[in-house]
């Protein structure tokens, strides 16, 4: 069982930054990766970063390459570096976390935070 809360979020103009932050609780020791997600309204949830922690790879969205870090700020917290944000950056990112793989070893996400809310105002 993981708790998830994250924070961070706010409404920034264009070509800000913001960070947001993840913080676990809970049998978090086993988790093999963690993410964040992003779902703006009347759109599909989409993965914008990823730790797959056990092979030590991280993965982005194509469009927020160059512009967003996913990192381990400690055992407890996950942070992303978002820069040079966009209007289309605009959405409620929600932070999970996966505690099994599936049989190909893809990461499975069933634990999820209440999500913090980003606006990019241009």
């Known amino acids: 069982q993981v708790d998830l809360v994250e924070s961070g979020g706010g409404s920034v103009q264009a070509g800000g930054s913001l960070r947001l932050s993840c913080v676990a609780s809970g049998t978090h020791y086993a988790t093999h990766c963690m993410a964040w997600f992003r779902q703006p309204p009347g759109r599909e949830r989409e993965k914008v970063a990823q730790i797959y922690f056990g092979r030590d790879t991280t993965y982005y969205a194509d469009s927020v390459k160059g512009r967003f870090t996913v990192s381990r700020y400690n055992a407890n917290t996950l942070r992303l570096q978002m820069n040079t944000l966009k209007p289309e950056d605009s959405s409620t990112y929600y932070c999970?976390?996966?505690?099994?793989?599936?049989?190909?070893?893809?990461?499975?996400?069933?634990?999820w935070g209440q999500g913090t809310q980003v606006t990019v105002s241009s």
């Open positions: 999970a976390a996966a505690l099994s793989l599936t049989f190909s070893g893809e990461c499975e996400y069933k634990y």
